[in-house]
């Protein structure tokens, strides 16, 4: 039987890649293949969900793919580069190093590591799929000469699964004294750059809307510009109206996007950004920062932003906040982008990409 | 599917961001937006960053390593798991004489490692004014501003196509800034002189009291669509030009420019006092002498110059030719290049 696996350095709950890992296999599985997932580590996960790629077997088969989710270097990065089966590296993007040298030394030796083996597995793989054309520019320029697009798996309706109701509540209740709900959900992450998006709010804040409130949603890779960002914010003296809520659950994600009235994103590197399709398929407006994959993310469906000034973006929010008509058009152009990554579309793309190379002898 | 995505009326980010752009220059005009804000919010950044990220004070690194000295012993002992609150509970207790024991000894290490960096940053204060920005506080003579209206057009164009706010460093009254925000330009200007400054304010022109060079170093790196530098930066020594033309370059975002806007050196020659000239720390350059510093810079140049021609040149025969002599000689020493504009293009 011909076999398709998967190799994940990391497995985390409400992780797009793990997410996407998962909905992978569940395609695989349904075109009758055999398929598992290989991690590292699996936190807070079942472990049933995968395996550790540590008792895979030692001798590799002729029938079997091996496909790798690259997005840092890690020692399972290595060790597929000994194994001798046909491989498929799915690049999500590896954050440029610069980012973090100065917050974070440490992250910044695994994400140079990890452009190491981006480029070593450049010449034993036979097929690099990748979400992006900006990714895809990157594995060109790191020597594939075969890259396929095709967008991450995800389901739309999981973004709306049944909001946490008591959260909900208390969003709901301060929204009732007024002021517009600006959100952001991404890692804390110096290349994300949040303290663009606290420094544009309190503009915001001073100059068009003195009760509005900011939440910054996700988990931490970078517990100094963590620190930074709260700091700021109290030297800003806007601790009252921003938070910082770190990992959250599916049910609390819906919550804070069913309250947010605008969906502000001024990441500098990203390899595609699910986030931006949750906040479409929420139906909130979108104002974002023109980078990246950003752009081709967004397309039409936001307010693509040249310049991160303060004063600017501040203005920017508070047009789509008062300008109805425009407001209803982002909406709209968000819920007609979403359609161009519905699931089905999306598991074809993927499967087409993968399936050439099942059908190819080795 | 397709017909509804037809349906979508296409979001035009550009036109609506220009649309942003004027909103945002009439309330900077009409006093709605506090100068200082953008300031105050990047300081704010600066001065929340850990050394070596975004802060480059000093005193105020030390001061957070003297903090980063101390641990908190009192760890967090909640758990999700039954019972594993009680077992991180025992296991502190357990454990603190020991982390207090490490602890003590961290403790002393950052105090005096503390203490050395301190003693080490006196002893540097106590050197003088090493910093460029003191340096360029020492410098003599005065330079007048050329005017810009002979390069008015090179400018707005200029400064229509900047990838963000034009900053004119040593804009006096604000004549130029009037000039390029009047174009529809995003611009505010600084100046040394309180009494310019202020002159520019009343008449609803963002300037702001400050040094070139200060004011540059309170920004972060690429956040400017391009930097007009005139003033006493003919007046400065060459090494001093050249940091201010790198931080303005760093400032400046990528497709920004930078521009000099500087007097010829030999009408300065011309018309100085002969012991300033032999004083002065520094002179005008030639704009073909700015060229070659923007092309170290990697600055693709180009080089506008204004020109006084020379009245008597073309004397006619009618003139006797003792005064035509004379004439021409003396038409010739006051034409020339008088000032000149060089652009560079990041």
Same mark, same amino acid.
């Given at each position: 039987?011909?076999?398709?696996?998967?190799?994940?350095?990391?497995?985390?709950?409400?992780?797009?890649?793990?997410?996407?890992?998962?909905?992978?296999?569940?395609?695989?599985?349904?075109?009758? *293949?055999? +398929?598992?997932?290989?991690?590292?580590? &699996?936190?807070?996960?079942? /472990? #049933? $969900? =995968?395996?550790n790629y540590k008792n895979f077997p030692r001798r590799g088969t002729s029938d079997a793919v091996l496909l790798y989710h690259l997005s840092i270097g890690s020692e399972m990065g290595s060790w597929i580069q000994t194994r001798s089966e046909r491989k498929i590296v799915n690049y999500h993007?590896?954050?440029?190093?610069?980012?973090?040298?100065?917050?974070?030394?440490?992250?910044?030796?695994? *994400?140079? +590591?990890?452009?190491?083996?981006?480029? &070593?597995?450049?010449?034993? /793989? #036979? $097929? =690099?799929?990748?979400?992006?054309?900006?990714?895809?520019?990157?594995?060109?320029?790191?020597?594939?000469?075969?890259?396929?697009?095709?967008?991450?798996?995800?389901?739309?309706?999981?973004?709306?699964?049944?909001?946490?109701?008591?959260?909900?509540?208390?969003?709901?209740?301060?929204?009732?004294?007024?002021?517009?709900?600006?959100?952001?959900?991404?890692?804390?992450?110096?290349?994300?750059?949040?303290?663009?998006?606290?420094?544009?709010?309190?503009?915001?804040?001073?100059?068009?809307?003195?009760?509005?409130?900011?939440?910054?949603?996700?988990?931490?890779?970078?517990?100094?510009?963590?620190?930074?960002?709260?700091?700021?914010?109290?030297?800003?003296?806007?601790?009252?109206?921003?938070?910082?809520?770190?990992?959250?659950?599916?049910?609390?994600?819906?919550?804070?996007?069913?309250?947010?009235?605008?969906?502000?994103?001024?990441?500098?590197?990203?390899?595609?950004?699910?986030?931006?399709?949750?906040?479409?398929?929420?139906?909130?407006?979108?104002?974002?920062?023109?980078?990246?994959?950003?752009?081709?993310?967004?397309?039409?469906?936001?307010?693509?932003?040249?310049?991160?000034?303060?004063?600017?973006?501040?203005?920017?929010?508070?047009?789509?906040?008062?300008?109805?008509?425009?407001?209803?058009?982002?909406?709209?152009?968000?819920?007609?982008?979403?359609?161009?990554?519905?699931?089905?579309?999306?598991?074809?793309?993927?499967?087409?990409?993968?399936?050439?190379?099942?059908e190819e002898k080795e | 599917m397709n017909k509804e995505k037809n349906d979508v009326d296409r979001i035009d980010s550009h036109r609506i961001m220009e649309e942003i752009h004027r909103e945002v220059q009439r309330r900077r005009a009409d006093g709605r937006i506090p100068p200082d804000l953008?300031?105050?919010?990047?300081?704010?950044?600066?001065?929340?960053?850990?050394?070596?990220?975004?802060?480059?004070?000093?005193?105020?690194?030390?001061?957070?390593?003297?903090?980063?000295?101390?641990?908190?012993?009192?760890?967090?002992?909640?758990?999700?798991?039954?019972?594993?609150?009680?077992?991180?509970?025992?296991?502190?207790?357990?454990?603190?004489?020991?982390?207090q024991h490490i602890n003590a000894q961290f403790s002393e290490f950052g105090s005096i490692l503390t203490q050395i960096l301190r003693a080490l940053d006196n002893s540097i204060e106590k050197f003088g004014p090493l910093s460029p920005a003191k340096i360029l506080t020492t410098i003599s003579?005065?330079?007048?501003?050329?005017?810009?209206?002979?390069?008015?057009?090179?400018?707005?164009?200029?400064?229509?196509?900047?990838?963000?706010?034009?900053?004119?460093?040593?804009?006096?009254?604000?004549?130029?800034?009037?000039?390029?925000?009047?174009?529809?330009?995003?611009?505010?200007?600084?100046?040394?002189?309180?009494?310019?400054?202020?002159?520019?304010?009343?008449?609803?022109?963002?300037?702001?009291?400050?040094?070139?060079?200060?004011?540059?170093?309170?920004?972060?790196?690429?956040?400017?669509?391009?930097?007009?530098?005139?003033?006493?930066?003919?007046?400065?020594?060459?090494?001093?030009?050249?940091?201010?033309?790198?931080?303005?370059?760093?400032?400046?975002?990528?497709?920004?420019?930078?521009?000099?806007?500087?007097?010829?050196?030999?009408?300065?020659?011309?018309?100085?006092?002969?012991?300033?000239?032999?004083?002065?720390?520094?002179?005008?350059?030639?704009?073909?002498?700015?060229?070659?510093?923007?092309?170290?810079?990697?600055?693709?140049?180009?080089?506008?110059?204004?020109?006084?021609?020379?009245?008597?040149?073309?004397?006619?025969?009618?003139?006797?030719?003792?005064?035509?002599?004379?004439?021409?000689?003396?038409?010739?020493?006051?034409?020339?290049?008088?000032?000149?504009?060089?652009?560079?293009?990041?």
């Amino acid at each position: 039987m011909v076999a398709i696996h998967q190799f994940v350095p990391s497995l985390v709950p409400h992780d797009a890649i793990s997410s996407h890992a998962r909905r992978a296999q569940n395609l695989f599985r349904s075109k009758g *293949l055999e +398929s598992e997932i290989y991690t590292a580590s &699996a936190h807070g996960l079942p /472990t #049933k $969900l =995968a395996r550790n790629y540590k008792n895979f077997p030692r001798r590799g088969t002729s029938d079997a793919v091996l496909l790798y989710h690259l997005s840092i270097g890690s020692e399972m990065g290595s060790w597929i580069q000994t194994r001798s089966e046909r491989k498929i590296v799915n690049y999500h993007n590896i954050t440029p190093a610069s980012f973090f040298a100065t917050w974070e030394p440490r992250v910044t030796e695994e *994400l140079r +590591s990890g452009r190491k083996q981006l480029h &070593a597995l450049a010449n034993i /793989t #036979k $097929l =690099a799929i990748t979400p992006s054309h900006f990714n895809k520019n990157e594995l060109e320029g790191a020597g594939y000469d075969r890259v396929r697009i095709a967008p991450i798996l995800f389901d739309p309706v999981v973004f709306d699964r049944g909001p946490d109701r008591s959260l909900l509540n208390v969003l709901f209740e301060k929204k009732k004294r007024g002021g517009k709900d600006i959100l952001f959900v991404g890692r804390i992450s110096p290349n994300k750059c949040q303290h663009d998006i606290i420094a544009a709010f309190t503009a915001y804040r001073r100059l068009h809307d003195p009760h509005a409130r900011l939440r910054l949603v996700g988990g931490s890779s970078s517990p100094v510009y963590e620190k930074s960002l709260r700091t700021l914010m109290q030297r800003l003296k806007i601790a009252d109206a921003a938070v910082i809520t770190g990992n959250v659950s599916q049910t609390a994600l819906t919550a804070y996007y069913k309250a947010a009235d605008i969906f502000l994103c001024l990441s500098e590197h990203e390899g595609f950004c699910v986030p931006l399709l949750e906040a479409m398929s929420h139906k909130i407006p979108i104002i974002a920062w023109n980078s990246s994959a950003v752009t081709e993310t967004v397309d039409n469906a936001g307010l693509l932003l040249p310049t991160k000034q303060h004063v600017i973006v501040a203005s920017a929010l508070d047009r789509v906040a008062q300008d109805k008509d425009l407001n209803q058009k982002l909406i709209s152009a968000g819920s007609a982008r979403l359609q161009d990554f519905s699931p089905e579309k999306n598991e074809k793309a993927f499967w087409q990409a993968c399936a050439c190379i099942l059908e190819e002898k080795e | 599917m397709n017909k509804e995505k037809n349906d979508v009326d296409r979001i035009d980010s550009h036109r609506i961001m220009e649309e942003i752009h004027r909103e945002v220059q009439r309330r900077r005009a009409d006093g709605r937006i506090p100068p200082d804000l953008e300031h105050e919010i990047t300081k704010a950044f600066r001065e929340a960053s850990p050394p070596g990220t975004a802060s480059g004070d000093i005193p105020s690194s030390i001061e957070q390593l003297a903090e980063a000295s101390h641990f908190d012993l009192t760890v967090p002992t909640a758990s999700n798991l039954p019972g594993g609150s009680y077992v991180k509970r025992m296991e502190s207790k357990v454990l603190r004489w020991y982390m207090q024991h490490i602890n003590a000894q961290f403790s002393e290490f950052g105090s005096i490692l503390t203490q050395i960096l301190r003693a080490l940053d006196n002893s540097i204060e106590k050197f003088g004014p090493l910093s460029p920005a003191k340096i360029l506080t020492t410098i003599s003579p005065p330079m007048p501003t050329p005017s810009p209206f002979p390069f008015s057009d090179h400018l707005i164009k200029a400064a229509q196509t900047a990838p963000g706010r034009i900053l004119h460093a040593e804009c006096g009254t604000g004549t130029l800034v009037r000039l390029l925000a009047d174009a529809g330009a995003d611009i505010y200007g600084v100046d040394p002189s309180e009494t310019a400054t202020l002159e520019g304010a009343t008449a609803r022109i963002d300037t702001r009291s400050d040094t070139a060079l200060a004011h540059l170093d309170k920004l972060a790196d690429n956040t400017l669509g391009g930097v007009i530098l005139s003033g006493s930066i003919d007046s400065f020594s060459l090494p001093e030009k050249q940091v201010l033309l790198e931080m303005a370059t760093e400032k400046t975002r990528d497709k920004g420019f930078v521009g000099i806007l500087g007097n010829d050196p030999r009408v300065w020659e011309r018309s100085a006092d002969p012991l300033v000239l032999d004083l002065a720390a520094g002179k005008p350059l030639r704009a073909t002498t700015w060229g070659l510093l923007f092309a170290q810079l990697r600055l693709t140049t180009e080089i506008h110059e204004s020109e006084i021609d020379n009245p008597f040149a073309n004397l006619g025969d009618d003139v006797p030719l003792s005064l035509r002599d004379t004439l021409q000689r003396f038409g010739e020493q006051m034409s020339g290049p008088r000032s000149h504009l060089v652009l560079g293009t990041k």
